[in-house]
């Protein structure tokens, strides 16, 4: 049974070459087709290195699985599964790091990693169609080949049914520390030890608060963000960038294949070649930091300083706001109690893990019903509510929904509660808009998509904004307040779209350059 094909093996020869330390992976392997798979995987992987031996000795009650272990440190990484899919580069990266080859991060990160005391074992279960969860695992694995106190088990949620089911796991990545919940959605390596570290943020608050005054702070690292920051160090000033995540939506987002001249790419690749696109200029990035408050120059004689959540201020001669926007929520009754407990948000993280099940998708938009075809292959059965009396996908989406046995499509529905047991989901509550008429859907999951809500909380009350929240501009990304910008979809630019978030970013750091320029 060949798992990778000539190519693939061509590919991951050259990779471990890198490899200058020898382990041996430890498997344990049953009788079915699964552990005949991942022999021949591990099979191949050994035979493409001389550093690598194969044992089929392990103990572990998981199968199939394997451990990696190194002769010369205390180590304790553990796939269980097969990490094919997008868990494949984590497999490379694990492969490469126990073998010598350094991961790619700070060495002031390196060293807190390694600092860490006390007993930390992760589990990660994940789904081979997450585009988010590799981040995770990687994240995690990175940390246990630095530290022998932590340990990682990444779990396929779908080889082991029986540990979602018990686990009441619904949604992937899911992390957890010993034995109990740690987290769920994606995280770096940043961020788990911001949450282990417990010193950790208030030495990141007063390193920041330290900071000279920027002549351009971009708040936002998301496509908008990232372009402005780069327009901005390309004109050779003082620039830094202050991001709650570095990506942002664009992290959460599949297949793109309308970003001009890539013909298709993925959104957390994309997001990776932002940052790295970044970190080529004289930028000063600072992730991990949500911003709270603004304080605007004239209030405090020629400064603006933004405020943030763990504590730290920054300053700045002019201000570019990128803050984006997220998910909007139903906002009905049982959707946060049954959160990541059947009411999820990501199709393509989390659609595996109802497989067989019954689903509904609120929204008829093209994101709606791009997860409506998308659940249609894994799940049973997708029920598509859509508010209005027609759907607003295009017409091509629509077609192919039409062609789907398993769907059904209910036009005029108010979502009005989605119900559970106390545990997870088990149905959904919709109003008839044209009988006015409840009518209950049993289910056991619901996909909400429904469009964006911008992130401008923390600055609505400073800025003007329009009804919907939006921060706005005029047509060189001018705020209400002078020296303070605002680019990509939390503004009130319409089509809320990467390559006009990007055009939008530029723009506003060309003006905010202008604006330095002349006062």
């Known amino acids: 049974m060949e798992m990778l094909d000539a190519s693939m093996k061509t590919q991951l020869q050259a990779y471990l070459e890198k490899v200058s330390r020898p382990f041996t ?28 031996t194969l044992s089929e000795d392990g103990i572990d009650e998981r199968r199939p699985s394997f ?9 304790h990484l553990t796939f269980a599964g ?39 074992h992760f589990e990660t279960y994940f789904s081979l169609s997450c585009q988010n969860c590799p ?8 940390m246990a080949v630095l530290n022998p106190n932590i340990q990682h088990v990444a779990i396929d949620g779908a080889l082991f049914q029986d540990e979602v089911e018990s686990r009441e796991i619904m949604s992937v990545p899911s992390v957890y520390l010993n034995g109990e919940p740690f987290e769920q959605g994606r995280v770096g390596v940043e961020e788990i030890l911001a949450k282990i570290d417990t010193g950790a943020a208030e030495r990141e608050a007063e390193k920041m608060s330290e900071k000279e005054a920027y002549d351009v702070l971009v708040v936002g690292g998301g496509p908008a963000g990232a372009a402005a920051a780069i327009y901005a160090a390309r004109k050779g000033i003082r620039t830094g960038v202050a991001a709650e995540r570095f990506g942002g939506q664009v992290l959460d987002t599949m297949a793109i294949e309308n970003f001009i001249s890539v013909q298709e790419t993925e959104g957390p690749k994309l997001a990776r070649e932002l940052e790295e ?15 709270e408050k603004l304080i605007p120059a004239a209030e405090q004689g020629g400064l603006h300083e933004v405020k943030f959540a763990n504590g730290a201020s920054l300053k700045t001669r002019s201000l570019i706001v990128s803050t984006g926007a997220r998910w909007r929520e139903l906002g009905v009754p049982g959707e946060q109690e049954y ?16 497989k067989g099940k019954r689903v509904a998708v609120v929204g008829g938009g093209n994101s709606g019903i791009e997860a409506a075809i998308d659940l249609a292959g894994l799940v049973a059965h997708v029920t598509v509510l859509e508010f209005a009396d ?11 929904l039409r062609s789907l046995a398993n769907v059904d499509v209910i036009t005029s529905a108010q979502t009005t509660e989605v119900l559970g047991d106390g545990k997870k989901v088990n149905g959904l509550i919709y109003k008839d808009r044209v009988t006015d008429e409840s009518k209950t859907v049993d289910l056991e999951g619901v996909f909400v998509q429904i469009g964006l809500l911008p992130n401008s909380e923390w600055i609505k009350d400073t ?14 990304g001018q705020t209400s307040i002078s020296g303070v910008f605002a680019a990509g979809d939390v503004t009130t630019v319409p089509y809320k779209q990467i390559v006009i978030a990007m055009g939008e970013g530029s723009r506003a750091a060309l003006s905010a350059f202008d604006y330095l320029i002349r006062n």
């Open 25 to 52: 992976i430890v498997a344990s392997l049953d009788d079915g087709a699964k552990s005949d798979e991942l022999r021949s995987l591990l099979q191949d992987i050994a035979s493409l290195s001389e550093h690598i």
């Open 67 to 75: 451990r990696l272990e190194r002769p010369d440190a205390d180590m």
């Open 82 to 120: 097969i990490p094919m899919g997008h868990e494949f580069t984590s497999l490379i990266l694990a492969l490469l790091q126990t073998g010598g080859h350094p991961p790619k991060i700070s060495d002031e990160t390196k060293a807190q990693i390694e600092s860490i005391e006390g007993e930390y």
């Open 135 to 142: 981040d995770v695992v990687q994240a995690l694995n990175t």
């Open 277 to 291: 696109h970044v970190k080529q200029y004289d930028v000063d990035i600072m992730n991990l930091q949500r911003a």
């Open 339 to 354: 959160r990541n407990k059947g009411v999820a948000y990501c199709p393509h993280c989390d659609g595996p893990l109802f």
């Open 390 to 400: 027609t759907l607003k996908a295009d017409e091509v989406l629509q077609r192919k």
């Open 463 to 476: 800025l003007e904004v329009s009804k919907f929240g939006e921060i706005e501009i005029d047509n060189r």
